[in-house]
């Protein structure tokens, strides 16, 4: 399957983006780094385990994926409580993460 079809790496870029887009005038380095990274991972994975041939490599990647927006939303958790994500922009990415990694463990269970 063509991972640029599919919803949820659709859905985990677009995420992706507007983390960069919104963090872009962010003046401490190592937190913006960390969650574009974490951010960035996420479609990252996606496309590169659906590219696999195997089954099981698909899972490792996507598994990855997974884990990747779990830290990304640990770390939109602390943006907001720091107050360098607005609460609006921090409870819409929340969801947005939640809903992803809903779609990864669908995907995944598809593949098995």
Known sequence: ????????????????????????????????????????????????GMERISGKEKLQFLNIARASCAELRTQIIIGGDIDYIPKETAQAWLSETREISAMLSGLMKAIK
């Open 1 to 48: 399957m063509d991972f640029e079809k599919l919803s949820v790496w659709k859905r985990a870029r677009q995420l992706s983006a507007d983390i960069y887009r919104q963090l872009s005038d962010l003046r401490d380095i190592g937190f913006k780094d960390q969650i574009t990274r974490s951010g960035l991972s996420v479609p990252s994975n996606i496309a590169e």
